[in-house]
């Protein structure tokens, strides 16, 4: 079975990870370790989340007003981003909104929001970070990897204890479809090749509205995406 991604132009073939093997994930830049979408000849790979990712995030609590759009390449000169929710740079896929400024790794997208960890009897909430920080508002520090806490950031918190950790101390899990609580059925970015041109329901306003959003991206990044597939060769360190 071959399936197509709208971010590479080959079909994608599902490999099962083997121990020992190292394959980075071309979508998030993680480790992958068990089942992907690989092109080999273009040794792109794909997390079978970040494959399915949803093409966008209709309502997601970062953004009250518009919905974040899944691009496979940020648009900035530098080729790369830098995550609302981590802090972390990225230079693959993100969910953002240009309008806000907002730009998140997929797995930094669906944080849940509240979690519990056993380095703390409360339940966390997801917090979302300020962002015309004060500078008088000192530095917190995360309590579980004592490192400093940019309160910029999102991080996760039990306001009571003044108890704050980092999103990636507190989950190592993507949990994807976590803002999906609309009833429509969510554009899965990889679809069957066979079943491609099936199963298009009448869009909505607001579909329609995303999709004028995203021609208009991808108009804008069709040069760097250009550029990216001539010279796109992935460490597999
Ligand atoms: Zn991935
Ligand atoms: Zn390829
Ligand atoms: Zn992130
Ligand atoms: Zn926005
Ligand atoms: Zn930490
Ligand atoms: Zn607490």
């Known amino acids: 079975m071959e399936y197509t991604h709208f971010s590479h132009h080959h079909n994608l073939k599902i490999h099962q990870v083997t121990q020992g093997q190292t394959i980075r994930c071309s979508g998030c830049e993680r480790l992958c370790h068990n089942t992907v979408y690989a092109c080999w000849q273009c040794n792109f790979f794909l997390h079978d989340h970040c494959a399915t990712a949803a093409r966008y995030i209709k309502k997601h609590p970062s953004d009250a007003q518009h919905p974040l759009v899944l691009i496979p390449k940020p648009t900035y000169c530098s080729g790369s981003f830098i995550c609302n929710a981590c802090g972390d740079t990225g230079s693959s896929f993100s969910y953002c909104c240009a309008l806000c400024e907002i730009d998140l790794h997929v797995h930094c997208a669906f944080l849940p929001l509240r979690v519990t960890h056993k380095s703390h009897q409360h339940e966390l909430k997801l917090y979302l970070g300020v962002v015309n920080r004060k500078d008088e508002i000192p530095d917190e520090f995360c309590k579980i990897c004592s490192k400093v806490l940019n309160t910029r950031h999102f991080c996760y918190s039990c306001v009571d204890c003044e108890f704050g950790v980092h999103t990636f101390c507190a ?67």
């Open 171 to 237: 989950t190592n899990e993507v949990k994807p479809e976590l803002y999906m609580v609309d009833d429509s059925v969510p554009d899965t970015g990889a679809t069957s090749s066979n079943s491609q041109a099936t199963a298009v329901n009448e869009p909505t306003a607001e579909e329609v509205i995303v999709e004028l959003y995203n021609l208009q991206l991808q108009m804008q990044m069709a040069q760097g995406l250009a550029q990216m597939m001539a010279s796109f060769n992935p460490s597999l360190s």
